[in-house]
């Protein structure tokens, strides 16, 4: 990344030894004379520490910016930018600027307000990043980092302080390198998948729907469990499969010997982005299908012994939804 994503943010550029001072000058005056907004405004509950790998563009990373400014519409927050350099630049200085925002309600009393601060940087200065946003955090509030299209796990790996000090580490698996599934992350129980997140009004409505059936009508003669995918969805088929062989062991299928997990792409010539079927020996099936394109699904099941055909809405979660989701569950 160079500094194109940094130059497209918002803000206005300070001395990165003057973030503070800079600050606190939001806060002073009447938003209605352009001079800021009183300081009651602003409440923060958390800081969001959002990382922009070096893959990212700058239209991907004034979206990413923009997902966290409506994520904060709702819970507000401290956002930090982390906007990193690639090696080997003759520039080794950071550069940083200020920004902020207020959502007003139906009354003037209902209006919040939040900052953000952006830092852009050498990557050959981590180290002394890392003192920085230590710094620029709100202390005794939690921190929730999130790395958008992490494309090396070992420079991740090095941002100690970030993932010591981290209430959830956040990545999206559609956007990162696959190793960063497997990698031991410090605090594993802090780890979140966006991927995960945005599947929650899939899981939802697969589960109430195979709730209709006993677990051993699920369970029984199952021989083989496949996810359909699109090229978009891949990240949300591969985490679908899981969650599915997870809850039919739930519903007693054995681990081992058991039926058969595999994802693959969609047909040619469908219109599908995501698919789950289950296959048994006796003859009976259950499908679910979906067209995020298009915002419906279909069920069709043969679990109960007639053929059940259900059609509905459905979706995946934006990403400001899906930052709540994986912070707060």
Same mark, same amino acid.
């Given at each position: @990344?160079?500094?194109?994503?940094?130059?497209?943010?918002?803000?206005?550029?300070?001395?990165?030894?003057?973030?503070?001072?800079?600050?606190?000058?939001?806060?002073?005056?009447?938003?209605?004379?352009?001079?800021? %907004?009183?300081?009651?405004?602003?409440?923060?509950? @958390?800081?969001?520490?959002?990382?922009?790998?070096?893959?990212?563009?700058?239209?991907? #990373?004034?979206?990413?910016?923009?997902?966290?400014?409506?994520?904060?519409?709702?819970?507000?927050?401290?956002?930090? /930018?982390?906007?990193?350099?690639?090696?080997?630049?003759?520039?080794?200085?950071?550069?940083?600027?200020?920004?902020?925002?207020?959502?007003?309600?139906?009354?003037? !009393?209902? @209006?919040?307000?939040?900052?953000?601060? @952006?830092?852009?940087?050498?990557?050959? !200065?981590?180290? &002394?990043?890392?003192?920085?946003?230590?710094?620029?955090?709100?202390?005794?509030?939690?921190?929730?980092?999130?790395?958008?299209?992490?494309?090396? /796990?070992?420079?991740?790996?090095?941002?100690?302080?970030?993932?010591?000090?981290?209430?959830?580490?956040?990545?999206?698996?559609a956007v990162s390198t696959p190793e960063a599934r497997t990698y031991a992350w410090p605090r594993p129980d802090g780890f979140r998948d966006? +991927?995960?997140?945005?599947?929650?009004?899939?899981?939802?409505?697969?589960?109430?729907?195979?709730?209709?059936?006993?677990?051993?009508?699920? %369970?029984?003669?199952?021989?083989?469990?496949?996810? +359909?995918?699109? #090229?978009?969805?891949?990240? *949300?088929? !591969?985490?679908?499969?899981?969650?599915?062989?997870? !809850?039919? *062991?739930?519903?007693?299928?054995?681990?081992?010997?058991?039926?058969?997990?595999?994802?693959?792409? /969609?047909?040619?010539?469908?219109?599908?982005?995501?698919?789950?079927? &289950?296959?048994?020996?006796?003859?009976?099936?259950?499908?679910?299908?979906?067209?995020?394109?298009?915002?419906?699904?279909?069920? *069709?099941?043969?679990?109960? #012994?007639?053929r059940q055909m259900l059609p509905m809405t459905t979706g995946l979660l934006a990403t400001e939804a899906a930052l709540g989701e994986a912070? &707060?569950?």
């Amino acid at each position: @990344m160079s500094d194109d994503v940094f130059s497209v943010l918002p803000g206005l550029e300070v001395p990165v030894g003057g973030i503070a001072a800079s600050l606190a000058r939001l806060w002073d005056g009447d938003p209605a004379d352009g001079a800021g %907004a009183p300081s009651e405004f602003r409440a923060s509950q @958390m800081n969001l520490v959002l990382h922009l790998g070096l893959p990212t563009t700058p239209d991907d #990373g004034l979206a990413q910016f923009a997902a966290a400014l409506r994520f904060t519409q709702r819970y507000p927050a401290r956002i930090l /930018v982390l906007c990193p350099r690639a090696e080997g630049g003759a520039d080794l200085a950071l550069r940083a600027k200020i920004y902020s925002e207020c959502f007003i309600g139906s009354s003037r !009393r209902e @209006m919040s307000c939040i900052e953000a601060v @952006m830092l852009s940087y050498p990557q050959e !200065r981590r180290d &002394f990043l890392e003192d920085q946003v230590s710094i620029i955090v709100e202390a005794d509030l939690p921190i929730y980092y999130w790395v958008h299209r992490m494309s090396q /796990v070992h420079k991740i790996a090095t941002y100690q302080w970030l993932l010591r000090n981290s209430d959830r580490f956040l990545l999206d698996t559609a956007v990162s390198t696959p190793e960063a599934r497997t990698y031991a992350w410090p605090r594993p129980d802090g780890f979140r998948d966006l +991927a995960q997140a945005r599947l929650l009004p899939v899981r939802q409505s697969v589960g109430q729907f195979l709730s209709a059936y006993a677990p051993a009508a699920i %369970a029984r003669g199952l021989q083989a469990v496949t996810v +359909a995918h699109d #090229g978009d969805h891949a990240a *949300e088929g !591969r985490v679908l499969l899981e969650w599915a062989r997870v !809850r039919l *062991e739930a519903c007693g299928v054995p681990a081992q010997p058991g039926p058969a997990y595999r994802t693959r792409p /969609v047909a040619a010539g469908t219109s599908s982005s995501l698919e789950l079927n &289950f296959g048994y020996d006796d003859g009976r099936h259950f499908l679910w299908r979906a067209d995020f394109a298009h915002g419906g699904a279909y069920f *069709e099941s043969t679990l109960g #012994g007639g053929r059940q055909m259900l059609p509905m809405t459905t979706g995946l979660l934006a990403t400001e939804a899906a930052l709540g989701e994986a912070i &707060f569950y």
